[in-house]
């Protein structure tokens, strides 16, 4: 299944909604995608991924770039992973550095 | 099943692999971890075993069951390349803020971390690595020590 990524901006929040699967084959379209949301210097990050079934390490790469790439004061949410997913961010300690939440609302 | 040594072809590397463990009866954990396991080695030898060398070639992915365990076999002819002497992250690399790191091994941590048991050697002028599933239990039993 190949991957989508879809970037909306509200109010200066960037959300960015991923499906399918992310792999090595597709992880750069994902990270054209967070040079498209760090391009307009959002307040914060939001990574909906629901219906991702599938993260490689080349996902987990972009997102460091993504940390890296926005302001150190940007935050950066991942919202409803499945549980291998979850599993791989936490195995790889992300979870330090990055909000894991199973829902989202806007402040 | 042979495939070209393409990240496109990525896909169809998990979906041999989900079949495999389906009918070896493993648990979706245990099939996701696999899937997870030999894409990131997969992704390896296509990316520096076949294409940064100027190599062209195949994967060949075999499986096996047995009553025990579910084995599959992953054979290449890019350059000789052990994953196990990968340098890996350590407790403090993954301690590290996200900011602060130069993120390399973290794919092979995944693989090896993902299976019971993982071996590779070097035949010829091919590469075998062997990725190895318990189907029983056992592998909660031996638990997954942090070395």
């Known amino acids: ?107 | 099943m042979v495939l070209p040594a393409s990240v496109d072809v990525l896909g169809d590397v998990r979906r041999f692999i989900k079949n495999a463990a389906e009918q070896a009866g493993l648990d979706g954990k245990s099939t996701y971890n696999l899937q997870l396991a030999l894409d990131e080695i997969v992704t390896n030898v296509i990316l520096y075993g076949y294409e940064a060398s100027g190599l062209t070639g195949n994967i060949v992915l075999k499986s096996d069951r047995t009553e025990e365990s579910l084995v599959i076999t992953l054979e290449d002819t890019g350059i000789a390349y052990d994953p196990r002497t990968r340098e890996m992250p350590d407790e403090v690399d993954l301690s590290k803020d996200l900011e602060d790191r130069p993120i390399g091994g973290l794919g092979i941590f995944l693989a090896i971390n993902g299976v019971d048991e993982f071996n590779y050697e070097r035949a010829g002028n091919r590469n075998i690595n062997t990725f190895t599933v318990y189907r029983s239990r056992r592998r909660q039993q031996t638990g997954g020590g942090s070395s």
């Open chain 1, 1 to 107: 299944m190949a991957l989508t990524s879809t970037l909306t901006m509200e109010n200066g929040v960037a959300k960015i909604t991923l499906a399918g699967e992310l792999d090595a084959s597709v992880a750069g379209a994902f990270k054209e995608t967070i040079e498209q949301a760090a391009a307009q210097n959002p307040t914060r990050l939001v990574l909906f991924m629901e219906g991702l079934d599938f993260m490689a390490s080349a996902g987990l790469r972009v997102l460091v770039f993504a940390k890296q790439k926005m302001r150190s004061d940007v935050p950066i949410y991942i919202i409803g992973c499945q549980p291998p997913v979850l599993s791989s961010l936490e195995m790889s300690g992300f979870q330090k550095s990055v909000y894991l939440q199973d829902s989202y609302t806007d402040e």
